[in-house]
């Protein structure tokens, strides 16, 4: 047993194997033992069918990356029964531009969380992936659970519709897993790995950093993503690993587009996150762009013309 176990942890394609089955087992070595009594097809075919998955990957990646773009690249049309947040992000362009539409009767009282009552009779086509609350946060503490209730209600009458969710307060998913439908998608924002640098910078009134990659870890659901937009500096490994615990099947990283002067970090070192991250995930690159300060400091070294 010992001499099977250590071949099979030294074979990426069968620790792939392992880790897609853990979950079905009630420990490690109840998986292994499944693992290894399994009917597994040639070493080599294997490896072909891997190479071809990793090129389909590369192609997928490279046509949902996009630069400049605002809106997730899986999702055709957004839904809004709930706008509004109590998180008050230094970054957010949502509330900037309900500033700018004050004199509309949704956004009268400015961005203090708000049930859209006609939203809540909407239709979704077969096939279409609606991200749900672009103009809010639905799970901040500011939106009652009943509400939540209400938009989830909806999303179940519409089985052939992929519903997307987003948040900065993902702790607050597990109060309603019972009330998703499956075909639900859920994600949370995690800017940094540095909770110190969240508060030293004012980020956001959000959950800090650690405690939502805490609730994306522990959270019972098997279509998880992350998304690392506005990225801001973190530390490379732990980064890294906090994503890699997660377990999301795709995860978006971008920089801010909004002139806000964030802690960012280099790009080279956004890029080395890219990379590691593609070792076990679809990455998927929106805005990726020298940080702010590497422009003044181009400029200022005479690079700028």
């Known amino acids: 047993m010992h001499v099977k176990w250590v071949r099979v942890k030294e074979e990426t394609w069968e620790k792939l194997m392992l880790l897609k089955i853990a979950k079905r087992y009630r420990s ?4 292994i033992e499944a693992l290894l009594s399994a009917q597994l097809e040639p070493r080599e075919e294997l490896e072909r069918k891997h190479a071809s998955l990793l090129r389909a990957k590369r192609v997928l990646e490279d046509l949902l990356s996009c630069s400049n773009r605002k809106m997730f690249t899986i999702v055709n049309r957004t839904w809004n029964p709930v706008t509004g947040c109590t998180h008050l992000c230094r970054y957010c362009w ?7 539409l004050r004199n509309g009767s949704r956004y009268g009282e400015g961005f203090a969380p708000k049930l859209v009552e006609e939203e809540l009779r909407a239709t979704f086509k077969p096939g279409e992936v609606v991200f749900v609350c672009d103009m809010g946060d639905l799970f901040c503490e500011g939106v009652p ?7 989830l209600e909806r999303t179940r009458k519409f089985p052939e519709t992929r519903f997307l969710f987003l948040t900065k307060n993902p702790a607050r998913y597990a109060d309603f897993l019972d009330f998703f439908p499956q075909n639900s998608v859920l994600g949370a924002t995690i800017e940094t790995n540095r909770d110190e640098l969240y508060r030293e910078h004012g980020i956001s009134r959000a959950p800090l950093p650690s405690e939502r990659y805490r609730a994306m870890r522990d959270l019972k659901w098997d279509k998880k993503f992350v998304s690392v937009e506005p990225i801001l500096d973190f530390d490379l490994e732990e980064f890294a690993k906090w994503i890699a615990d997660i377990l999301p099947f795709m995860v ?31 990455v998927v690159r929106k805005t990726l762009r020298p940080a702010w300060f ?9 690079e700028g013309g």
């Open 28 to 31: 490690l070595d109840e998986a």
């Open 94 to 100: 949502a509330r900037g531009l309900t500033a700018k």
């Open 145 to 151: 659970d009943k509400w939540i209730r209400k938009v």
């Open 252 to 282: 978006y990283v971008g920089y801010d587009n909004y002139g806000n002067r964030l802690p960012e970090p280099p790009l080279r070192k956004t890029l080395e996150l890219v990379e590691r991250l593609s070792e076990h995930t679809l």
């Open 294 to 302: 590497e422009t003044l400091e181009r400029f200022a070294g005479g």
